[in-house]
C-alpha cells in the first residue's frame, strides 16, 4: 500500500505541475477557447485498426474508467518480447504475420534464444558493433528466453519493411561523434551523449535487454506513460492542442484524444538532438496508439510520419503486458552522477598516454 501511495502521489504532483504547462501552451499555441478537434490526416489508422482486431480477445469488452475512458491503466512488461525482428525476416518473404505456421514460429523463438545466450555481452562473451567487447553482468538482462508473440514487429507496409528513405534524407542525418579518438571525444561534456549523461531514452521503444517495465496512469485529463529505462515520464494531454512550434521538449510535444476504445497520441516538435534510426527527429511526427486487446493486454502502435525522411509512413507494434510482478525499478544509472566525470577524466589519462580509447 505505501508503495501504491508513493506512486499516486507522484503522479498527482507531476500532474498538476502538467496543468500548469498546459494552460501556458494553449495561450502561447493562440488556441484558447473553443471545442478541440483531432488532427487531420492521421496516418496508420486502418493498418492499426485492422490489426488489433485480428488480434482481440474472444468475446472481450474493454472495461471504463470511472469517468467513461477506456481503461488501459497499469503495470506492464515486454520483456517476452525481447528477440523479435523488427522487419520480416528474408526466411518469411512473401509471408503474412497470420501465415507463420506455430511450427515455424516455434522454431524460431528456439533460434532467437539460442542466439541471445550467445550473443548475450557478459564475462567477455557476445562483441559490441565495430568488433568492441564489452562485458556487463549477467543480472542486467531482463529474458534471455523470451517467448514471443509476433514473427516481427512492423505491420504496415504489408511487406514487414521499413520504407526506402528519400533522396534528400543525408539532409537529416543526425551528426556521429567521433570515435576512437584521445581528442573531442572526451575534450568535454558536450561531446558526449545524452546517455553519457544518464538524461534521455526517447518516446519511442522497442523490447531490449532490460528496462521493458512501463506504466499507464490515466485521469480525465491527462495520461502519464512511465518507462523504466532513464526513469522517464510522458505527460499526455487529452483534447488540447500543441505547444506553439518553438516549445520543443525531450519527448516531444504529446496530445492525445480516444478513437473508440483506442487512445491516440500525436507528438511533435522534438528538439534538434533527438534522431530515430541515426536521422533528425526535429520534423518528424510520432503516432501511438494504445488498445487494451485482452484482459492483460494493451496493444502499442507505432507509427512514424516524416516524409523528410522516409518515402511514406510505416507502423510497427507489439504487445505490453500487465503484470504487477514487473514494477518499474530504480533506474540509478550510475551511482552519484560521477558517470560523466570519470569518463572525461579517464580519456584524458588515456590520452596523454598516447592510446586509444576504449568505449
Not at 180 to 192: E, F, K, Q
Not at 210 to 217: K, R, T
Given at each position: 500500500?505505501?508503495?501504491?501511495?508513493?506512486?499516486?502521489?507522484i503522479a498527482?504532483?507531476?500532474?498538476?505541475?502538467?496543468?500548469v504547462?498546459?494552460?501556458?501552451?494553449?495561450?502561447?499555441a493562440?488556441?484558447?477557447?473553443?471545442?478541440?478537434q483531432?488532427?487531420?490526416?492521421?496516418?496508420?489508422?486502418?493498418?492499426?485498426?485492422?490489426?488489433?482486431v485480428?488480434?482481440m480477445?474472444?468475446?472481450f469488452?474493454?472495461?471504463?474508467?470511472?469517468?467513461?475512458?477506456?481503461?488501459?491503466?497499469?503495470?506492464?512488461?515486454?520483456?517476452?518480447?525481447?528477440?523479435?525482428?523488427?522487419?520480416?525476416?528474408?526466411?518469411w518473404?512473401?509471408?503474412?504475420?497470420?501465415?507463420?505456421?506455430?511450427?515455424?514460429?516455434?522454431?524460431?523463438?528456439?533460434?532467437?534464444?539460442?542466439?541471445?545466450?550467445?550473443?548475450?555481452?557478459?564475462?567477455?562473451?557476445?562483441?559490441?558493433?565495430?568488433?568492441?567487447?564489452?562485458a556487463?553482468?549477467?543480472?542486467?538482462?531482463d529474458n534471455l528466453?523470451a517467448?514471443?508473440?509476433?514473427?516481427?514487429?512492423?505491420?504496415?507496409?504489408?511487406?514487414?519493411?521499413?520504407?526506402?528513405?528519400?533522396?534528400?534524407?543525408?539532409?537529416?542525418?543526425?551528426?556521429?561523434?567521433?570515435r576512437?579518438?584521445?581528442?573531442?571525444?572526451?575534450?568535454?561534456?558536450?561531446d558526449?551523449s545524452?546517455?553519457?549523461r544518464c538524461?534521455?531514452?526517447?518516446?519511442?521503444?522497442?523490447?531490449?535487454?532490460?528496462?521493458?517495465?512501463?506504466?499507464?496512469?490515466?485521469?480525465?485529463?491527462?495520461?502519464?506513460?512511465?518507462?523504466?529505462?532513464?526513469?522517464?515520464?510522458?505527460?499526455?494531454?487529452?483534447?488540447?492542442?500543441?505547444?506553439?512550434?518553438?516549445?520543443?521538449?525531450?519527448?516531444?510535444?504529446s496530445?492525445?484524444?480516444?478513437?473508440?476504445?483506442?487512445?491516440?497520441?500525436?507528438?511533435?516538435s522534438?528538439?534538434?538532438?533527438?534522431?530515430?534510426?541515426?536521422?533528425?527527429?526535429?520534423?518528424?511526427?510520432?503516432?501511438?496508439?494504445?488498445t487494451?486487446i485482452?484482459?492483460?493486454?494493451?496493444e502499442?502502435?507505432?507509427?512514424?510520419?516524416n516524409?523528410s525522411?522516409?518515402?511514406?509512413?510505416?507502423?510497427y507494434?507489439?504487445?505490453?503486458?500487465?503484470?504487477?510482478?514487473?514494477?518499474?525499478?530504480?533506474?540509478a544509472?550510475?551511482?552519484?552522477?560521477?558517470?560523466?566525470?570519470?569518463?572525461?577524466?579517464?580519456?584524458r589519462?588515456v590520452g596523454?598516454?598516447?592510446?586509444?580509447?576504449?568505449?
Amino acid at each position: 500500500m505505501m508503495m501504491k501511495g508513493r506512486v499516486l502521489a507522484i503522479a498527482m504532483t507531476t500532474l498538476a505541475a502538467g496543468a500548469v504547462v498546459a494552460v501556458a501552451s494553449i495561450e502561447l499555441a493562440g488556441q484558447a477557447g473553443g471545442t478541440f478537434q483531432p488532427p487531420a490526416n492521421v496516418p496508420g489508422a486502418e493498418a492499426v485498426k485492422a490489426f488489433v482486431v485480428a488480434r482481440m480477445a474472444g468475446n472481450f469488452t474493454p472495461p471504463k474508467t470511472p469517468w467513461g475512458d477506456p481503461d488501459i491503466q497499469g503495470v506492464f512488461t515486454t520483456k517476452d518480447e525481447a528477440n523479435t525482428p523488427f522487419e520480416r525476416p528474408e526466411e518469411w518473404a512473401g509471408k503474412r504475420m497470420e501465415d507463420v505456421t506455430p511450427q515455424e514460429f516455434a522454431a524460431a523463438i528456439a533460434q532467437r534464444q539460442q542466439a541471445a545466450v550467445e550473443r548475450a555481452p557478459f564475462a567477455g562473451g557476445g562483441e559490441a558493433e565495430e568488433g568492441v567487447a564489452i562485458a556487463v553482468p549477467i543480472h542486467w538482462f531482463d529474458n534471455l528466453a523470451a517467448k514471443n508473440s509476433r514473427p516481427w514487429f512492423v505491420i504496415e507496409p504489408s511487406d514487414g519493411k521499413i520504407p526506402p528513405v528519400t533522396p534528400g534524407a543525408a539532409a537529416q542525418e543526425a551528426p556521429r561523434r567521433p570515435r576512437g579518438t584521445a581528442g573531442g571525444l572526451r575534450d568535454s561534456y558536450t561531446d558526449r551523449s545524452l546517455t553519457d549523461r544518464c538524461v534521455g531514452s526517447t518516446a519511442w521503444r522497442t523490447p531490449g535487454i532490460y528496462g521493458n517495465s512501463h506504466e499507464i496512469i490515466q485521469t480525465p485529463e491527462y495520461v502519464v506513460f512511465r518507462y523504466e529505462t532513464h526513469r522517464a515520464s510522458r505527460m499526455i494531454r487529452l483534447h488540447q492542442p500543441h505547444l506553439a512550434a518553438q516549445i520543443r521538449p525531450h519527448y516531444g510535444d504529446s496530445i492525445g484524444w480516444w478513437d473508440g476504445n483506442t487512445l491516440v497520441v500525436e507528438s511533435v516538435s522534438f528538439p534538434d538532438r533527438v534522431a530515430y534510426r541515426g536521422y533528425s527527429a526535429k520534423s518528424m511526427r510520432l503516432i501511438e496508439r494504445f488498445t487494451r486487446i485482452g484482459p492483460k493486454t494493451v496493444e502499442w502502435s507505432v507509427t512514424i510520419d516524416n516524409p523528410s525522411v522516409y518515402a511514406r509512413p510505416w507502423t510497427y507494434s507489439y504487445p505490453m503486458t500487465e503484470d504487477n510482478t514487473q514494477p518499474i525499478h530504480e533506474y540509478a544509472c550510475h551511482e552519484g552522477n560521477y558517470g560523466l566525470a570519470n569518463i572525461l577524466t579517464a580519456g584524458r589519462v588515456v590520452g596523454n598516454r598516447g592510446a586509444e580509447p576504449s568505449r
